[in-house]
Each structure stands twice: as structure tokens, then as C-alpha cells.
């Protein structure tokens, strides 16, 4: 009967993650909810348990960059034979373009990575950054501001950089990697629908790169159960990430990101008040 709940428990996670990771709404501040309220318990002791957790939220994240392969990888293999010269230069110079604007934080992450950890991963910095950023939405909504860049081949080198310099913030927990680039590209004049899709290009190299560094930091023993509520996560991730991106660029291209600054901001207002309560930590 444990490992039954654990699996519905764990497939109710990777659902979360694969929502939170693409909407800019922070899959970190969700899944902290989830761990206090519904904690994975598959061993006996708690620190294993704990160790556990570190490793189950990394590899469900993992289901949802599978899912950003998957949907978009005719857009970024350049290596199909379908593909003429003119395509296929075109697909390395995005992917020049991706890793230009994934060095900044990944080289952050590999200094900061277990600071960040230690210090930062406190339900009132991720409450804050929920709300700060969910302030930023509703804010940049209302400028009003030129649209010259509508796909991603138009992103300049700079402009790249730039978006990459900016998911550095994203090591902060709460800020929400997708939210965070979606807001520099905005900012930088690219439709919505284009910020968006750079924000999940980008989240290939940094977050595949992010989870493998954290799982070979990692040294916990697996039994079968836990291999197996690893997979029911992974796989629910996966699942709803597809259908999750596929709404969520077929939603922007009709609505701003308004609603989403709204809910991040409630989402941070009962996370303090939780917080203060006791109810999480």
C-alpha cells in the first residue's frame, strides 16, 4: 500500500513539474508546497528520504527537457537529411546562439551551485522572488514597447547573451528560469511567442547540464521502489510537459503574461503567511 500511494503521490509531482516548469510561475516554489504537505517517504529514515528527494526533483525535471527534445526537434537537428545547406546553417547558428545563452549560468551554477543550496533555498527567498518577479510581469505588461524581433532567427548573438546574463537570476529559487528569460526577451523586443520559445531552447543544454552535475554529486543507494516512483515521475513530466508547452505557445500568442504575474505574486503571499504559520519550511 506505500508504494501504491507513493506512486500516485509521485505521479501527481511529475504533473506539477511538467505545469510549473514551462508556465513562469516556478516549479521550485510549487514542489516545496508539495514536499511539506506530501512528502515522498520510501525509506525508513529521513535523511535517506531527504537525499531521495534531491534526487527525485532533479531527474523529474529531466522528463520535462525530454519533452522540449521532443517537440522541437526538427527545429533543432541539423543533422537531418531533409535539410539543405541554407537550413541547416541556419539551425547551427541558433544552437551558437543557445549555448552563448546558456554559458553564463551554467558557469555560475558550477561555482555557486552548492551555495546556492546551503543559503538560498529558503522558503522566504523563493516567496520573495515570486512575488518581485510576479510584480515585473504586471509591470513590463503595461509598457508599451516595439516588437522588432518575431522568430528565433532573429535574435542577435548580443540579444542572446543578454537573455543568458539574465537566467543567472534564475539560480535564485522562485525566480523561474522560464520566467525570467521570457522577461529579458520581452524586454529586448521579442514577441511573445518567440521569448518563449528561446526561454525553453535554452532550458536544454543549462537544465540537462544543471541535473547531470547534481546527479553525480549524489550517492544514495535505489531498491526497486524507488527506481520505480523515479520512472512514474519522470514519465508524467514528460507527458504533461508536451501537452503543457504546446498550450502555452498556443495561449501567448492571444494573451499577455498578466495573469501569470497575478498568481505568482497570491502563490508568494500564501507561501509567507504559510511560512509564518509554520506550515512549511
Do not use: C
Request: charged content about 15%; glycine content about 6%.
Amino acid at each position: 500500500m506505500t508504494l501504491v500511494w507513493n506512486l500516485i503521490k509521485s505521479l501527481i509531482y511529475g504533473i506539477v513539474q511538467g505545469i510549473t516548469e514551462w508556465l513562469p510561475i516556478s516549479s521550485t516554489g510549487h514542489l516545496l508546497l508539495m514536499n511539506n504537505f506530501m512528502p515522498l517517504r520510501v525509506f525508513a529514515d529521513q535523511a535517506s528520504n531527504e537525499a531521495f528527494w534531491e534526487m527525485y526533483s532533479v531527474v523529474i525535471q529531466l522528463g520535462s527537457i525530454l519533452a522540449v527534445m521532443l517537440l522541437f526537434i526538427r527545429r533543432l537537428n541539423p543533422f537531418s537529411r531533409k535539410l539543405n545547406d541554407k537550413s541547416r546553417n541556419g539551425i547551427l547558428r541558433t544552437w551558437i546562439k543557445i549555448l552563448l545563452a546558456t554559458f553564463p549560468a551554467a558557469l555560475a551554477g558550477v561555482f555557486l551551485d552548492d551555495w546556492i543550496d546551503a543559503k538560498m533555498h529558503s522558503v522566504y527567498v523563493i516567496a520573495a522572488a515570486l512575488i518581485v518577479y510576479g510584480i515585473l510581469f504586471i509591470l513590463i505588461e503595461k509598457m508599451q514597447r516595439p516588437v522588432t524581433v518575431k522568430n528565433t532567427r532573429q535574435i542577435t548573438y548580443q540579444s542572446a547573451l543578454i537573455t543568458g546574463l539574465a537566467q543567472m537570476l534564475a539560480l535564485i529559487p522562485g525566480t523561474s528560469r522560464s520566467g525570467v528569460t521570457i522577461l529579458a526577451g520581452t524586454l529586448q523586443g521579442y514577441n511573445r511567442t518567440t521569448a518563449a520559445e528561446f526561454s525553453f531552447f535554452m532550458a536544454i543544454p543549462v537544465m540537462f547540464g544543471a541535473g547531470l552535475l547534481k546527479l553525480l554529486k549524489m550517492r544514495i543507494a535505489l531498491n526497486t521502489a524507488a527506481v520505480v516512483i523515479l520512472l512514474a515521475g519522470l514519465v508524467s513530466a514528460f507527458i504533461v510537459s508536451v501537452l503543457v508547452i504546446r498550450q502555452m505557445l498556443s495561449y501567448i500568442r492571444r494573451n499577455d503574461f498578466t495573469l501569470f504575474g497575478y498568481y505568482r505574486i497570491a502563490l508568494g503571499i500564501m507561501m509567507l503567511v504559510f511560512a509564518m504559520l509554520h506550515f512549511v519550511e
